[in-house]
């Protein structure tokens, strides 16, 4: 479910932990309720192999996956260099690289790969 819009919203979070040592950032039932009413809800549909990309900006919830099909979430956060992530988690969720994003040519996935090996 996505609420259209709502990437455009203040929205109120509440902070809790799920007892993984992971911090989680949920809206109150309340504010969803209100913004379900003023901006509707949609849901995302695709056929299979369906790519999704959205910003975690836009308020959304995913419900268990009751088909027999897998279903993966790959998800890639940017933050500021003077950002950078200072708690200890493990580094499957952070990557400790921290160097700045660089530019690439805008037909640079048109472009060979070359084998390291080659």
């Not at 989680?24 to 039932?29: A, I, R």
């Not at 959304?60 to 099909?69: E, F, I, L």
């Not at 940017?78 to 530019?103: F, I, W």
Request: hydrophobic letters at 40%; one cysteine or more; aromatic letters at 6%.
């Amino acid at each position: 479910m996505f609420v259209p819009g709502s990437h455009k919203r203040e929205i109120p979070l509440q902070r809790s932990v799920d007892g993984e040592k992971w911090e989680l950032w949920t809206v109150p039932h309340e504010a969803v309720t209100d913004l379900v009413n003023e901006l509707g809800m949609v849901s995302a549909k695709g056929p299979r192999g369906t790519l999704l990309i959205f910003g975690d900006n836009m308020l959304h919830v995913s419900a268990a996956n009751v088909s027999p099909y897998s279903r993966w979430i790959f998800s890639v956060i940017y933050n500021p260099c003077s950002n950078p992530a200072t708690k200890d988690v493990p580094e499957m969720a952070h990557e400790r690289d921290r160097r700045p994003l660089e530019s690439l040519a805008d037909d640079c996935l048109l472009q060979p790969v070359l084998s390291a090996a080659a």
